[in-house]
């Protein structure tokens, strides 16, 4: 038995849930009636005004400076780290998600947008979504491509192994390509890489010319006639855990992805093919299993993958605010780690590139004790109200954790998608940079749409997306920002220890988080995360080592208005979290003050 089994066997396989135990224009200003438009001030009056934010009931801002040089950049952000990730037969994604036959918030016109939830796909379209992988995830290693075409009412109902349900097939191919163009996606299908066969015929069926083939006449005959040119392409999922069918070895596994690959790409050699990288529960894991990957099937397959996933415990703590943050610095250690490691060893294989990097599934997990009553969904958008216990009980009393899929995003989740995105553009210079990143889930089960029987609603984390895909940059630049910062455990996401604690290591912290990057049009943006729970952080920019930079910024802030970071958007208050657009805000004496638990997106003219 290899390392890779040895210690994947050491995993306590909660069903369905991979618990993992690892050993060793204008500014607004609140009024109780609502927001009014003002006009423009400075950055002191508005902090004065309590726009961006109520400094008078804070702490003294700490004084940091950011340091851009826009001379050297280091290099391009792909516009495909902002996709999505939905999963069939998973706590709403597709049914009562995506899809909602019965709703009178459906379509109804018949073709194969009928039955999908019309709400649902306006906010996804408003999201600008980019790539979408599906059908999931560990769904992916059990599905058959074939049960989810043709007649809806003619496609078989099968018992789901990775979830314990039933899948319908309701949902299929064409359904989620046509609902992918809809919303102005771009479709990542993940096929479960155990028939080469299978794999094949699904790349004829959705990229053979029209009337090419017997599949080709077949897609038209179930509503498409043209080629859907699906170019993103998963072989395999977590092939390395017993929890998926058709688990196997490193070297198995190498020896497969080469052949399923190959023979996809001889049916479209335009097609992009990802492998499943693995993640970094142990370095030694990582090397065994990428090792042998990259020397047999590195010049088949394009990308390779890798999954991360944080947890919030503030369910059951009474607060968990830097704890969730902080993670996105684990995330980047990890991310920055991979990254060399893939480029030594595809260098050692004798590769021509390193192939670039896919974190395909990562979010950030609300975890709570196994014991509690199973949460259920509630119609507001967040859990069902349950009897919980005491706070002064014990959390988990040996039962172990779980992950509450039904819990809102907030605000606090929201700063954490910001953090992790920031540490995305800064591996844009590495030898093996990130192609694309996935977020688990983009409808439903902690999603960034959320939808209940009475309506559809943004969560904290749709705002994340939209100012990082419509107010950034793509070219990165170094940032360095020297402020405030704290020491203390950082922890590896929703990874623990024997004894059920999270694991940690030590590391620093920064108040502030910022990304630097050049959008198209030459303007400087900045994405600052004040990281700090109550104190307001006033930093000055030094740009290309002078002082004397932009006057004015235009400021879009997210959660600089609030007191609360623990606020979740719901169907009574949809926009209890929102970006504001603050307009043009002049710097006081060159420096910016950035509210706490916040994210400010600056735009500055050179």
């Known amino acids: 038995m290899s390392r890779i089994h040895q210690h994947l066997r050491q995993r306590t396989n909660l069903f369905g849930t991979r618990r993992v135990v690892v050993e060793p224009g204008r500014c607004a200003v609140r009024l109780r009636a609502g927001w009014r438009t003002v006009p423009r001030r400075s950055a002191g009056d508005f902090h004065d005004q309590g726009v961006i934010n109520t400094v008078s009931r804070l702490a003294a801002p700490a004084t940091a400076t950011i340091e851009i040089d826009t001379r050297h950049p280091v290099g391009v952000i792909d516009d495909n780290i902002y996709g999505h990730f939905l999963e069939s037969a998973f706590f709403g994604n597709i049914e009562g998600g995506v899809l909602d036959e019965g709703s009178g918030l459906s379509i109804k016109e018949p073709g194969l947008l009928q039955g999908l939830r019309a709400d649902v796909l306006e906010l996804c379209r408003e999201l600008m979504p980019g790539p979408i992988r599906w059908p999931g995830g560990n769904f992916t290693s059990g599905y058959h491509w074939t049960d989810g075409i043709g007649p809806r009412n003619h496609r078989p109902t099968r018992l789901e192994l990775a979830w314990g349900g039933r899948e319908s097939n309701r949902f299929g191919t064409d359904e989620f390509l046509a609902w992918c163009e809809a919303v102005g996606g771009r479709p990542y299908l993940a096929h479960s890489a155990r028939d080469v066969e299978e794999a094949v015929r699904w790349v004829e069926y959705t990229n053979a010319a029209a009337g090419s083939t017997t599949l080709a006449r077949a897609r038209e005959r179930n509503g498409r006639s043209a080629p859907w040119r699906v170019r993103y392409w998963g072989v395999g999922n977590e092939v390395y855990g017993p929890w998926q069918l058709g688990h196997r070895s490193a070297e198995a596994y190498a020896r497969d992805a080469r052949e399923h690959a190959g023979f996809m790409k001889a049916v479209d050699p335009s097609i992009i093919t990802i492998g499943v990288g693995i993640p970094p529960y142990q370095q030694e894991c990582q090397e065994e299993w990428t090792r042998p990957l990259l020397q047999r099937a590195g010049r088949q397959l394009d990308l390779l993958s890798l999954h991360l996933y944080g947890a919030n415990a503030g369910l059951y703590l009474a607060d968990d605010y830097d704890d969730t943050l902080s993670q996105s610095v684990h995330f980047e250690n990890e991310l920055q780690s991979y990254s060399r490691l893939v480029a030594e060893l595809a260098d050692q294989a004798g590769l021509d590139r390193p192939p670039g990097l896919v974190m395909d599934e990562w979010n950030i997990r609300h975890v709570e004790p196994a014991g509690w009553p199973q949460p259920q969904p509630g119609a507001d958008g967040g859990t069902a109200p349950r009897d919980l216990?005491?706070?002064?009980?014990?959390?988990?009393?040996?039962?172990?954790?779980?992950?509450?899929?039904?819990?809102?995003?907030?605000?606090?989740?929201?700063?954490?998608?910001?953090?992790?995105?920031?540490?995305?553009?800064?591996?844009?210079?590495?030898?093996?940079?990130?192609?694309?990143a996935n977020a688990v889930n983009l409808v439903n089960a902690n999603g960034i749409v959320v939808a209940r029987p009475g309506g559809a609603v943004r969560s904290t984390a749709f705002w994340v997306w939209k100012l990082y895909r419509e107010q950034t940059g793509r070219t990165a630049l170094t940032a360095r920002v020297n402020g405030p910062a704290r020491t203390g455990a950082i922890r590896h996401g929703d990874v623990r220890d024997k004894h059920g604690d999270f694991l940690t290591s030590p590391g620093t912290i920064a108040d502030l988080d910022v990304s630097a990057t050049l959008a198209a049009d030459g303007s400087l943006r900045l994405a600052v995360i004040n990281r700090h729970r109550s104190r307001p952080s006033t930093a000055k920019l030094i740009l290309d080592g002078a002082a004397d930079g932009p006057r004015t910024a235009r400021i879009h802030c997210l959660g600089g208005d609030l007191d609360d970071p623990s606020t979740a958007n719901t169907l009574d208050r949809p926009d209890a979290v929102a970006a504001r657009d603050h307009g043009e805000v002049e710097a006081v004496d060159g420096g910016w003050t950035f509210p706490p638990h916040s994210l400010s997106i600056l735009t500055l003219s050179r």
């Not at 002064?392 to 606090?412: C, E, F, H």
Request: aromatic letters at 12%; zero cysteines.
């Open 389 to 436: 216990p005491s706070t002064d009980a014990p959390a988990a009393n040996g039962d172990g954790y779980r992950v509450n899929r039904w819990s809102p995003r907030t605000l606090t989740d929201a700063l954490f998608y910001a953090g992790v995105f920031n540490a995305v553009h800064r591996t844009a210079g590495l030898p093996a940079p990130f192609a694309m």
